[in-house]
């Protein structure tokens, strides 16, 4: 069987050693990048059969849980990672001629690949800590890509962003340290085995996990932390916009559904996140509504979602919610990862 790590291995590689290989093939390198995420898509398609019913569980260095970094790629998760390689390569292959689309192409050669292996590795991995410095790595990555295009009022909107993704990092964090001073590890199948055998004390823990998904809100765009990257729709390149929209945020939505679906939620909790998805789709498609600018309304619409997506996943473990409502989060982050890739694209 073919290992699946190795579409990570490859693309993470491809970014590490891009300026040192588009300084010598710079006319070609984005052909090589697309040969990648092409090879990818093809792992991808000849896994997913086999993991349909049993998934894989890929122990790094073959060093076992907690101890060692586990990457476990399940049937929903591969489908996002089959997503996110076919919308990379669409962006490579327009990079191959696409010259003047970014003030510095090698930058971009760089941050690219590297952006898509951290998303492919948050929708992958079950360390919390794992997820939370890959999310980082993948926040600095657009930082970078943000700024690659100097277009008006770009620096502002990259610092505005920068604000509100650091506060987020900031609870994520302080979570990180809460949960590990409780269960001791930050493995979610480990987690996971001691919420059923109630080894802890769960409301402590779901304080905790309540805290790193509000960090997380700051990721997916959800009011009031959507007011810090507005901005960075408005004012940055539409294909910037696209991976932002397309990519980044469909990997980071995943990440919360998956982190959501193991931890438990008190009754108040669940009620905060619905009154925030609420309110995100409401506030930003009347924003969208009264915007004339078409980047700003497709990034309100990218939000409005966003809100969609999280409320579906929170209502889905409350009484009234069924396991049709998470299919239809899953079905629904799919197509707005291609519809608003595609939409941005269309703005070049």
């Known amino acids: 069987m073919i290992n699946p790590v190795m579409i990570i291995i490859l693309t993470l590689a ?8 588009y300084h010598f093939v710079k006319r070609i390198y984005f052909l090589i990048l697309s040969l990648i995420f092409a090879f990818n898509i093809i792992e991808i398609l000849i896994i997913m059969p086999d993991i349909i019913n049993n998934p894989i569980v ?20 591969t489908l996002i990672l089959l997503t996110v390689n076919i919308l990379a390569l669409l962006y490579s292959i327009y990079l191959i001629k696409g010259r003047g689309v970014y003030d510095n192409p090698r930058v971009v050669a760089t941050v690219f690949p590297i952006i898509i292996a951290g998303v492919m590795t948050i929708v ?18 657009v930082y970078i890509l943000a700024g690659s295009k100097k277009l008006l009022r770009t620096d502002l909107s990259v610092i505005k962003f920068i604000t509100g993704t650091t506060i987020g990092s900031l609870l994520m964090l302080l979570s990180i340290a809460s949960i590990y001073s409780i269960t001791g590890t930050l493995n979610l199948i480990e987690i996971n085995s001691m919420i059923i055998a109630g080894k802890f004390n769960l409301f402590y823990f779901s304080i905790a996990a309540f805290i790193f998904l509000f960090g997380m809100l700051f990721e997916l765009y959800i009011f009031p932390a959507n007011i810090f990257v507005t901005d960075l729709y408005g004012h940055s390149d539409c ?12 990997g980071m939505l995943f990440v919360f559904i998956k982190l959501f679906m193991l931890f438990t939620m008190t009754g108040i909790m669940s009620t905060i996140l619905i009154i925030l998805a609420s309110l995100t ?18 990034g309100f619409s990218s939000f409005s979602h966003s809100g969609m997506i999280v409320l579906l996943v929170v209502i889905s473990k409350t009484e009234l919610g069924t396991g049709m409502m998470l299919n239809a989060a899953v079905v629904m982050l799919i197509i707005h990862a291609l519809s608003k890739f595609i939409m941005f694209f269309a703005l070049r």
């Open 58 to 77: 890929m122990n790094m260095s073959g060093i076992q849980f907690p101890w060692g970094i586990t990457l476990v790629f399940t049937f929903t998760g």
């Open 239 to 250: 294909l910037s916009d696209s991976v932002y929209s397309g990519i980044i945020q469909t």
């Open 14 to 21: 491809a970014g590490f050693i891009a300026p040192l290989l």
């Open 281 to 298: 789709i409401i506030i930003s498609e009347l924003s969208a509504l009264s915007s004339s600018n078409i980047k700003r309304m497709l």
């Open 124 to 141: 992958s991995s079950i360390d919390i800590f794992n997820i939370f410095v890959f999310i980082e790595l993948v926040t600095i990555g």
